[in-house]
């Protein structure tokens, strides 16, 4: 399983904050250390919480129109999806395939201040047994 960027990023600094602790050892006090620790963690942390938190949510969709799935309608598609749903989308990202049953699993990601907020992940589609049930026949 893949690590995502936000972790990546966090396991990075870690590393740094414990090389540079180990390094300054000899240079600077504990109370340095700690304070440069702080100032270093704090602004990472209000960094991601102030500038580089979007709020976006993500909604699994089982889409029928198969053939809008190609590259090239791209476009279309976003704006069949947006039509339908009724907020902008985002992104779009294609989880399955079934050309058995002409449909398409998506995943749907749009910003969580839009006009609807779905509560769980099974409130635009049929539940995950159903999906999965539909994959068998591929």
Same mark, same amino acid.
Do not use: G, K, P, T
């Given at each position: 399983m893949p690590i995502n960027i936000k972790e990546m990023t966090y396991l990075f600094s870690v590393v740094c904050v414990a090389v540079m602790n180990a390094l300054n050892g %000899?240079?600077? *006090? #504990? #109370?340095?250390?700690?304070? @440069?620790? #702080? @100032? @270093?963690l704090s602004s990472i942390f209000l960094l991601e919480k102030l500038l580089f938190s979007k709020k976006v949510i993500s909604q699994r969709v089982i889409y029928e129109k198969i053939e809008m799935v190609k590259p090239e309608n791209y476009l279309a598609l976003k704006a069949d999806l947006e *039509?339908?749903?009724g907020h902008p989308i985002l992104e779009i990202e294609i989880s399955r395939l079934n050309y058995l049953s002409d449909s398409a699993v998506l995943e749907v990601y749009f910003e969580k201040q839009s006009r609807f907020n779905? *509560? *769980? %992940?099974n409130s635009i589609i049929r539940n995950d047994a159903q999906v999965a049930g539909s994959e068998k026949t591929s």
């Open positions: %000899a240079h600077a *006090s #504990v #109370v340095e250390q700690i304070f @440069i620790n #702080v @100032i @270093i *039509s339908r749903l779905y *509560s *769980s %992940a």
